[in-house]
């Protein structure tokens, strides 16, 4: 399970991406939408010219009341005062209506950046490798796709919004009562560099504790979606309350942060309406005084009262805006660490690409070659494999063996570039891997692995899969294979349904698909759950299979089928990948005399080589764990 990690203790205000690259990023996906926010701001201008053309009505009005009050009576303004009402409806009606334009301008675009912040995340993880993985657990990365992404569409809506209303509304509303009474207006300005010297105090908290929220949103999301991924376990293990516990601490933690940031955020909101609060306390004081000195007129003065009542929520809203900055910022650094990471295997340059020799019917092709090739995981010290040269010949059928641990897999994971060797170089068909298309290379290697992961599709869409690529992805330069898979059927062109049948068949998997009422398109549940683990083994090699590829690799994918099973869907495979390439790795030995030769690893070295005949004869340690087996065999029997 995930260990709680300690947010306090990361470098929180540090910010974790180079701020001239995130300012670049800011700018270019606004750029994309400039015309968007541009009219936005028309709009958001119209609105507050209509609206703070209203104050000065007011102020007339007041003014000739009180005016007619001292000389004719109110019944002769009477006809006025109606116009001037009449007025300040249409100006607020206009301004209502443009402020909905600015909305829907500003929001729009806010939400065009998300869809394209959420896309390219999603382009980048399909580019980043095995290394990348599994050094992030699963719940941060949905973290940052979904919250953090949510987040950048505030930060570019609701921060430009106020940022452009407040400019706006400061300016027209400045300008004019500076007009009326420039001494009256510096006196609501006084106290706005304290509050500024309090902002940029706060503003840095904020920062430093959104970050450390969405890390601890990012850390319950990694312990959520371990522990329903890991359900049936944590119940056998009867560990339901330890784990109920620990998930409560973890909570615990996050409102305890998410408090601190919410009295911050408080403390923000709080000192903005201090501003509006003062304003209007000045102007009241100082103001009264002005107009029974007779310095200023009734009209002027609640003309001038009525632009500080009406900056108020420009002013407050600022507050708002400066947490929803902070947090879209921490929420778009968190997306651009991902952004930014370079892929670990990478694609070559377009100059230097080479291409596989095309598949002909009837040619042999598959042939794999690793020369002086060592391995290192990444951040790993000790290679897992070391001075491996081998050489599989194209259209054989040949297996690894050696011991748990030993590096078969990670062997056959350089065969379909899940990782580069750290030395040496793998080639298939004498074309260097680092040469070929990464998506080429990958599209001719049909990888079963270990552990089958089936998505939760029918079992017809689950074997389509790979076919799909095929067709819809244009950058893979192959066409999706027609040629017949059964034995005995010599036919090119089939249809793709007829293929996933016969896949199926091929995969041994028909007996069971013909016990499932819905047949292929049975429901598998996620991660294929509805499915036996030899059933699950046997779609993720109709799957390979149906890609027709010129390297097929079974990594332990047949442990969990009988024996009798294992050898009906060997013989298939025996004349299905006659001229191409196949490699089995197992721990069954029962199956090896049939292979063209056996390679066996053990602590990360080629030990041995030849055919199950050859290595008994040779008495080395294939042999040694051929009669472990047969010991163990004939115990249990
Ligand atoms: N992602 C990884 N990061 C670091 N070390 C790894 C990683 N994957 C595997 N290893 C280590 O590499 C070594 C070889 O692992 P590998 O899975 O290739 O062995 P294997 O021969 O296929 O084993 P098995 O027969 O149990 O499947 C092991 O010591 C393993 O702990």
């Known amino acids: 399970m995930t260990q709680q990690t300690d947010s306090d203790n990361n470098d929180a205000d540090k910010p974790s991406v180079d701020r001239t690259v995130r300012n670049r990023k800011l700018w270019e996906y606004f750029s994309r939408y400039k015309g968007w926010f541009a009219i936005g701001a028309v709009f958001l201008g119209l609105t507050n010219i209509l609206n703070l053309a209203i104050p000065a009505y007011i102020g007339d009005a007041v003014q000739m009341m009180r005016d007619a009050v001292g000389g004719e009576g109110l019944g ?46 999603y382009s980048k993880l399909g580019t980043l490798s095995a290394k990348f993985f599994n050094g992030m657990p699963t719940g941060d990365i949905t973290s940052r796709s979904a919250n953090d992404v949510s987040y950048i569409r505030l930060l570019y809506a609701i921060s430009f919004l106020h940022v452009i209303n407040t400019t706006i509304a400061y300016s027209i509303a400045m300008s004019r009562m500076a007009d009326i009474s420039w001494k009256l207006t510096l006196v609501c300005l006084v106290p706005y560099p304290v509050i500024l010297y309090f902002l940029l105090m706060i503003m840095r908290a904020l920062f430093r504790q959104t970050k450390i ?92 009262n009525s632009y500080v009542v009406a900056l108020a929520f420009p002013t407050i809203a600022m507050g708002w805006v400066f947490s929803v900055w902070n947090r879209g910022l921490a929420a778009f650094d968190r997306v651009l660490e991902i952004l930014q990471i370079e892929p670990a295997v990478l694609d070559p340059a377009p100059d230097e690409q080479r291409e596989l020799p095309a598949l002909i019917p009837g040619e042999k092709r598959g042939a794999v070659r690793l020369e002086n090739v060592s391995f290192a995981y990444p951040d790993e010290d000790e290679p897992v494999l070391r001075d491996i040269d081998i050489d599989i010949e194209a259209g054989s059928t040949v297996a690894i063996v050696g011991r748990t641990g030993s590096g078969k897999t990670t062997l056959v994971k350089l065969i379909s570039r899940l990782y580069d060797p750290t030395e040496g170089t793998v080639y298939i068909d004498g074309e260097p891997l680092p040469k070929l298309p990464l998506r080429d290379t990958r599209s001719e290697v049909g ?191």
């Open 76 to 121: 002769t303004v009477r006809g006025d005062l109606i116009d001037i009402g009449l007025m300040i409806i249409a100006l607020a009606i206009g301004g209502g209506i443009a402020r909905v334009f600015s909305r829907i301008f500003i929001f729009n675009a806010g939400r065009h950046i998300e869809f394209d912040v959420r896309n390219e995340m």
């Open 213 to 304: 929220v969405q890390a601890q949103m990012s850390d319950i999301s990694t312990k959520v979606q371990e522990n329903l991924g890991g359900v049936s376990v944590v119940k056998c293990y009867a560990i339901e309350d330890r784990e109920k516990e620990s998930f409560g601490l973890m909570n615990e933690d996050y409102y305890g942060k998410s408090m601190k940031l919410a009295t911050i955020r408080g403390g923000m909101q709080s000192l903005m309406t201090l501003v509006a609060g003062v304003g209007t306390f000045a102007v009241l004081i100082v103001g009264t005084g002005m107009v029974i000195d007779g310095d200023l007129k009734l009209g002027a003065f609640v003309e001038f």
């Open 447 to 637: 990888f079963v692995s270990q552990e089958p992961f089936l998505f939760s599709m029918t079992i017809g869409q689950n074997v389509r899969f790979g076919v799909d690529a095929l067709e819809y992805d244009e950058t893979v330069h192959r066409e999706p294979p027609t040629r017949a898979l059964l034995t005995g059927d010599k036919r090119e062109d089939v249809s793709q349904q007829e293929r996933i049948e016969q896949a199926v068949r091929v995969a041994g998997l028909e007996p069971d698909i013909k016990g499932f009422t819905k047949g292929l398109d049975t429901l598998v549940g996620e991660r294929g759950v509805t499915l036996s683990g030899g059933q699950k083994q046997r779609v993720t090699i109709a799957r390979a299979l149906l890609v027709d590829p010129r390297i097929l690799i079974l990594d332990d994918a047949l442990s969990s089928v009988d024996t009798k099973t294992e050898e009906v869907i060997l013989d298939h495979l025996d004349e299905l990948m006659a001229d191409r390439t196949s490699i089995i790795l197992t721990h069954r030995f029962n199956a090896l005399a049939r292979v063209d030769k056996i390679f066996v690893l053990e602590d990360g070295r080629v030990v041995e080589a030849g055919s199950h005949d050859e290595l008994l004869a040779k008495g080395g340690t294939y042999a040694e764990m051929c009669e472990r087996q047969r010991l163990e065999e004939s115990l249990k029997s």
